[in-house]
């Protein structure tokens, strides 16, 4: 019985263990820490794109009416502009930056090259094209931001989708089969604790017969004269081999 | 040439200078302004338009209506009343038409030979080219190869000839010189104009000349302005003004010397036409910009030319006066083309 003892608290002992393993791994504890810092940052690039985008609405209707300023007192210029177009002046660098464990592209504008137009508009216009051009590369500017912050935006909308599916898998299908393998670990072993208990309860029980059937025959025979006691060594007896006494 | 041009200017002259009246008389008033700032779409424009003079000009037009439609449009007009006052006038008029056209001209030969450098093809070049700068060796211009061959293949026989050859120093033609260039041209074409008004005499030379004068110095004080902070060297900058304005000599050498816009309000305030100009001049945003005032002594003048009879200015007046009309309509309807998000 000892044994079966030990050998049962061994056995809880070990599937507690498991259990409380489980549990914590289980996103009763995972989930809130990086779903919540990356839903945190999801909900600030929304505002922040949100109130971007309003900015830009104003930014966009500004750059229009400039350019319709420009076009009044320059002329049109346009085919001029169009034809003198060869290198980007502005351009985008893309550089990676994480954020609870994503990875978002965001974009920075850096100048290059000088302004090709310098001298258009020089007789007639110029000072509503050089507005023109602060407006418009505000606008530019503005639209960069915009686009780091929807892409980021997109890739954490993945991120997060992912990580709930994961989650929500964990929660729904891996504990609960770890669950039942835990139940049915207790089960068995629950069973073959009684079955020891059992097995030990029968032999004592044959013990028991044995043991009583062995003195009922003693008994007869000691009844029927045949058996011989045994010397007893302190029953006071003559011993032959004294010779004197 | 001829005193007393009330003697013999109808002869020749009379027919074209009645209908360009007539012409004058049709443009859009201060009421029909107002009921252009009161429209709500360009369809109202387009219907406002067509109680004016410019009746159903748009009534071709496929939808949707845009405002470059509207503005190709007027502009095929002024150009139709153009070459029929070209196409009847005798000498010396008709050499002031082609000096009046001379200036569109000087735009479409930049564009073709910036198209040609960047090996444009030049059909659409040619839609974007003014119709009143056109001249018949505009096709041929991409033939030439280099500026010398274009010269001397295609434009020896425009009238803008002598222009070029003020400035056929410097063959090389990358961005910088071709702004230069075309002012460059511009000052040579003012100067030659001035002078062929100079020399006609009479009242056309009491008209013309002062609003050449004008042009000429308006052109030295914006492109002073505009070259500020730009690339563009002081001795560079005081060969593209005309001198056939007021501020020349001395005025084109201080203002070459200028370097912000107070000391060029300092030289303007050595001449009493553009001091209560720049006076009138707001600082920064809101309240006019010179080129704004500018444009108003323009009109002023233009209009003032209606008041004497007997000479040639009334045609480049109207001329310009129905230029700013399809500006400013052009600047209304443009406000429809706004996103508004």
Same mark, same amino acid.
């Given at each position: 019985?000892?044994?079966?003892?030990?050998?049962?608290?061994?056995?809880?002992?070990?599937?507690?263990?498991?259990?409380?393993?489980?549990?914590?791994?289980?996103?009763?504890?995972?989930?809130?820490?990086?779903?919540?810092?990356?839903?945190?940052?999801?909900?600030?690039?929304?505002?922040?794109?949100?109130?971007?985008?309003?900015?830009?609405?104003?930014?966009?209707?500004?750059?229009?009416?400039?350019?319709?300023?420009?076009?009044?007192?320059?002329?049109?210029?346009?085919?001029?502009?169009?034809?003198?177009?060869?290198?980007?002046?502005?351009?985008?660098?893309?550089?990676?930056?994480?954020?609870?464990?994503?990875?978002?592209?965001?974009?920075?504008?850096?100048?290059?090259?000088?302004?090709?137009?310098?001298?258009?508009?020089? /007789?007639? %216009?110029?000072?509503?094209?050089?507005?023109?051009?602060?407006?418009?590369? =505000?606008?530019?500017? #503005? &639209?960069? *931001?915009?686009?780091?912050?929807?892409?980021?935006?997109?890739?954490?909308?993945?991120?997060?989708?992912?990580?709930?599916?994961?989650?929500?898998?964990?929660?729904?299908?891996?504990?609960?089969?770890?669950?039942?393998?835990?139940?049915?670990?207790?089960?068995?072993?629950?069973?073959?604790?009684?079955?020891?208990?059992?097995?030990?309860?029968?032999?004592?029980?044959?013990?028991?017969?044995?043991?009583?059937?062995?003195?009922?025959?003693?008994?007869?025979?000691? /009844?029927? %004269?045949?058996?011989?006691?045994?010397?007893?060594?302190?029953?006071?007896? =003559?011993?032959?081999? #004294? &010779?004197? *006494? | 040439?001829?005193?007393?041009?009330?003697?013999?200017?109808?002869?020749?002259?009379?027919?074209?200078?009645?209908?360009?009246?007539?012409?004058?008389?049709?443009?859009?008033?201060?009421?029909?302004?107002?009921?252009?700032?009161?429209?709500?779409?360009?369809?109202?424009?387009?219907?406002?338009?067509?109680?004016?003079?410019?009746?159903?000009?748009?009534?071709?037009?496929?939808?949707?209506?845009?405002?470059?439609?509207?503005?190709?449009?007027?502009?095929?007009?002024?150009?139709?009343?153009?070459?029929?006052?070209?196409?009847?006038?005798?000498?010396?008029?008709?050499?002031?038409?082609?000096?009046?056209?001379?200036?569109?001209?000087?735009?479409?030969?930049?564009?073709?030979?910036?198209?040609?450098?960047?090996?444009?093809?030049?059909?659409?070049?040619?839609?974007?080219?003014?119709?009143?700068?056109?001249?018949?060796?505009?096709?041929?211009?991409?033939?030439?190869?280099?500026?010398?061959?274009?010269?001397?293949?295609?434009?020896?026989?425009?009238?803008?000839?002598?222009?070029?050859?003020?400035?056929?120093?410097?063959?090389?033609?990358?961005?910088?010189?071709?702004?230069?260039?075309?002012?460059?041209?511009?000052?040579?074409?003012?100067?030659?104009?001035?002078?062929?008004?100079?020399?006609?005499?009479?009242?056309?030379?009491?008209?013309?000349?002062?609003?050449?004068?004008?042009?000429?110095?308006?052109?030295?004080?914006?492109?002073?302005?505009?070259?500020?902070?730009?690339?563009?060297?002081?001795?560079?900058?005081?060969?593209?003004?005309?001198?056939?304005?007021?501020?020349?000599?001395?005025?084109?050498?201080?203002?070459?010397?200028?370097?912000?816009?107070?000391?060029?309000?300092?030289?303007?305030?050595?001449?009493?036409?553009?001091?209560?100009?720049?006076?009138?001049?707001?600082?920064?945003?809101?309240?006019?910009?010179?080129?704004?005032?500018?444009?108003?002594?323009?009109?002023?003048?233009?209009?003032?030319?209606?008041?004497?009879?007997?000479?040639?200015?009334?045609?480049?007046?109207?001329?310009?006066?129905?230029?700013?009309?399809?500006?400013?309509?052009?600047?209304?309807?443009?406000?429809?083309?706004?996103?508004?998000?």
């Amino acid at each position: 019985m000892p044994i079966a003892r030990q050998t049962s608290t061994t056995y809880e002992h070990l599937t507690s263990n498991t259990h409380a393993v489980c549990s914590s791994r289980a996103g009763v504890i995972w989930r809130p820490m990086v779903c919540w810092r990356r839903r945190a940052s999801f909900c600030d690039c929304y505002k922040t794109s949100h109130v971007t985008k309003m900015l830009m609405g104003e930014v966009m209707r500004e750059a229009a009416f400039s350019l319709a300023e420009a076009k009044f007192t320059a002329g049109d210029f346009s085919t001029t502009v169009i034809q003198n177009v060869n290198k980007a002046q502005v351009k985008i660098r893309a550089k990676k930056d994480n954020v609870a464990g994503v990875t978002l592209p965001v974009f920075e504008h850096y100048h290059e090259g000088t302004d090709s137009y310098e001298l258009t508009g020089l /007789a007639r %216009g110029g000072e509503q094209l050089a507005k023109l051009k602060r407006n418009y590369a =505000k606008a530019v500017e #503005l &639209l960069v *931001e915009l686009a780091s912050l929807q892409t980021s935006f997109v890739t954490l909308d993945e991120a997060i989708k992912i990580t709930n599916r994961r989650v929500n898998a964990i929660e729904h299908v891996i504990i609960p089969r770890i669950e039942r393998t835990l139940a049915y670990i207790i089960t068995e072993l629950d069973e073959r604790e009684r079955e020891e208990f059992y097995r030990l309860k029968k032999i004592q029980e044959k013990k028991k017969i044995l043991k009583e059937k062995s003195e009922k025959d003693l008994e007869q025979r000691r /009844a029927a %004269g045949e058996v011989m006691e045994p010397a007893n060594l302190l029953a006071e007896e =003559k011993d032959e081999d #004294l &010779l004197f *006494e | 040439m001829l005193e007393g041009a009330e003697f013999y200017f109808n002869v020749d002259h009379g027919y074209l200078e009645g209908l360009v009246r007539g012409c004058k008389a049709s443009l859009l008033t201060q009421q029909d302004y107002i009921n252009l700032v009161q429209c709500e779409t360009l369809e109202d424009v387009k219907i406002h338009l067509q109680t004016t003079d410019y009746g159903n000009f748009l009534a071709n037009q496929t939808n949707p209506l845009t405002v470059s439609k509207i503005d190709t449009e007027m502009r095929k007009k002024l150009c139709r009343e153009f070459e029929y006052f070209r196409n009847h006038s005798l000498e010396p008029l008709s050499t002031f038409f082609t000096y009046m056209t001379c200036s569109y001209m000087i735009d479409n030969v930049i564009l073709l030979m910036n198209g040609a450098l960047q090996k444009k093809s030049v059909k659409e070049i040619l839609v974007k080219c003014h119709p009143l700068g056109r001249f018949t060796e505009m096709e041929a211009v991409n033939i030439a190869e280099t500026p010398s061959d274009l010269f001397n293949a295609v434009l020896v026989e425009t009238p803008l000839a002598p222009f070029f050859q003020d400035c056929m120093s410097e063959n090389t033609l990358d961005e910088l010189n071709i702004e230069l260039l075309r002012n460059k041209l511009y000052k040579s074409y003012l100067e030659a104009f001035y002078k062929f008004c100079k020399n006609h005499g009479d009242v056309t030379a009491e008209i013309m000349c002062p609003i050449l004068e004008f042009e000429a110095d308006r052109r030295a004080f914006i492109i002073t302005l505009n070259s500020f902070g730009t690339e563009l060297s002081k001795d560079d900058r005081e060969t593209l003004y005309p001198t056939c304005g007021k501020l020349y000599p001395e005025g084109l050498r201080l203002l070459a010397q200028a370097e912000d816009f107070d000391q060029m309000r300092r030289v303007a305030d050595h001449y009493g036409v553009y001091k209560p100009l720049f006076e009138a001049v707001g600082d920064g945003s809101g309240g006019k910009t010179l080129e704004d005032v500018f444009y108003e002594r323009e009109v002023q003048m233009n209009v003032l030319a209606f008041n004497r009879q007997f000479h040639y200015g009334v045609f480049y007046a109207y001329t310009k006066l129905k230029e700013q009309e399809m500006r400013n309509i052009v600047y209304r309807s443009s406000s429809f083309e706004v996103p508004i998000l």
